[in-house]
């Protein structure tokens, strides 16, 4: 079936603009979660969402990002006067929930979306 | 806060050598423990992973891993490595019952096979 899918798969935009990555998760996965991955950072959580429960917003670096899952589906990270620190892969992943005890199966990568800061 | 430490930064092998990766991480309760393969240009596809049980876990292509809770490691294993196994590895984990889900990795270990 379909994988994670992510666009656009390459952004290049000017310090100080804002950017919105889009994340189209597997379906029927209600958990889904945003990375990052860096050079000097390797891989980072930013942000997860499980079904309507409030996220899980522990790993956004600045009040810059955010990010919202509509419908319980698609979902959009939006990066506010973007800064060259903030270039990176941007992941998006998800997976389905073990309703018994609460807890995550194993998540499923998209292929990023590369976002360069100029 | 939990942590994966992954010592070996760059490996590099003929073919049909034997492989193994390792991983360290420090969390003191019970963890789910997984790795995860890039190969050049692709997204992340899950080797493997370790929820509970037996502690010797199979995973695609032919790889394995053990889990020593003892020594808080999941080192990743193969007994002869291919060309097509070229590509980064990275070991994560998820603590079990401390209501965050997110995983965290390591620094990814880049594995060059040698023709």
């Known amino acids: 079936g379909a994988g994670v899918s992510q666009s656009p798969s390459n952004k290049v935009t000017e310090k100080g603009k804002d950017v919105e990555l889009r994340c189209d998760p597997i379906s029927g996965h209600t958990a889904l979660y945003w990375y990052r991955q860096s050079l000097g950072q390797g891989l980072e959580f930013l942000i997860y969402f499980q079904g309507n429960s409030a996220p899980d917003k522990s790993g956004l670096p600045s009040d810059r990002f955010s990010a919202e899952r509509t419908g319980g589906s698609v979902s959009t990270l939006t990066i506010q006067r973007t800064q060259q620190e903030d270039s990176a892969v941007y992941l998006c992943?998800?997976?389905?929930?073990?309703?018994?005890?609460?807890?995550?199966?194993?998540?499923?990568f998209g292929p990023g979306t590369r976002l360069t800061v100029t | 806060a939990q942590s994966v430490s992954q010592h070996n930064h760059h490996v590099i092998l003929s073919e049909a050598a034997s492989l193994e990766l390792g991983c360290n991480y420090s969390y003191g309760g019970t963890v789910n423990l997984f790795w995860y393969v890039q190969y050049p240009g692709q997204h992340l596809q899950l080797l493997l992973k370790y929820f509970s049980g037996d502690p010797l876990v199979k995973g695609i292509k032919g790889f394995e891993a053990e889990f020593i809770k003892s020594k808080f490691s999941f080192n990743l294993r193969k007994p002869s490595v291919q060309w097509s196994d070229t590509a980064e590895y990275f070991c994560a984990v998820i603590p079990s019952g401390a209501g965050s889900y997110q995983l965290t990795f390591g620094k990814g270990t880049k594995l060059s096979v040698i023709p």
């Open positions: 992943a998800s997976s389905l929930w073990r309703e018994i005890d609460g807890r995550p199966y194993e998540q499923y």
